[in-house]
């Protein structure tokens, strides 16, 4: 979790990935954000986001980024 939370915050250093749960709902991050954050996850944990993941719930907090990089296949 610690690895995400890092790449999180490299992405938005301004964001409090460990404690804020409505990370998309409320605006902390937005669709350049996801697609940054997509582009990270899949370089750091060697994984593919299939298209039909890239939904706002997984991304609303990094709990929720971390059940999405533990339910896809890594490659």
């Given at each position: ?11 938005r ?11 998309v ?51």
């Amino acid at each position: 979790m610690e690895k995400l939370y890092t790449l999180l915050e490299e992405i938005r250093p301004d964001v409090d990935f460990r404690n804020i749960t409505t990370l998309v709902t409320d605006g902390f991050i937005d669709s350049f954000d996801i697609v940054s954050i997509i582009a990270s996850i899949e370089d750091e944990f060697a994984v593919e986001i299939p298209v039909d993941s890239m939904v706002a719930e997984n991304f609303e907090s990094a709990a929720a980024i971390m059940n999405l990089v533990n339910g896809v296949k890594k490659f």
